[in-house]
């Protein structure tokens, strides 16, 4: 049995007292988004592809039907989950990754998400 967060709490009271469902949807790696560009040295976006079981990245319309099918009829029955669209991602182990590499990567990718994130105050 998961941990009940924020999501859990609120499928089980809005669903009992206002019949509204919550869900959340975990999207992979999806493709022309600041995750993947911004983030991923573009060295390491290739490898990163062919690491996935499709061999491909998502594309935000993946998400765009994840996110209509949990607000349509089709999904009406679905409540508290997490809807995960990642192409199988999950189901692929671990590579095995020298040391140095990991910190390689580690350390580009730091280095690009403090450019993704709010700017630094003036004050």
Do not use: C, H
Request: hydrophobic content about 40%.
């Amino acid at each position: 049995m998961q941990p009940l967060g924020i999501k859990s709490i609120l499928a089980l009271e809005w669903g009992t007292d206002y019949d509204i469902r919550v869900n959340g949807i975990a999207p992979g790696p999806i493709k022309d988004t600041a995750g993947v560009s911004k983030l991923l040295p573009q060295e390491i976006i290739s490898k990163a592809r062919e690491a996935q079981p499709l061999y491909k990245f998502g594309e935000k319309w993946d998400i765009a039907m994840a996110a209509l099918y949990l607000a349509s009829d089709a999904g009406k029955y679905v409540n508290g989950t997490t809807l995960v669209v990642d192409g199988g991602q999950w189901l692929s182990s671990p590579r095995d990754l020298p040391k140095e590499a990991v910190k390689q990567l580690s350390r580009a990718v730091e280095s690009r998400s403090r450019a993704v994130g709010v700017p630094k105050s003036k004050l």
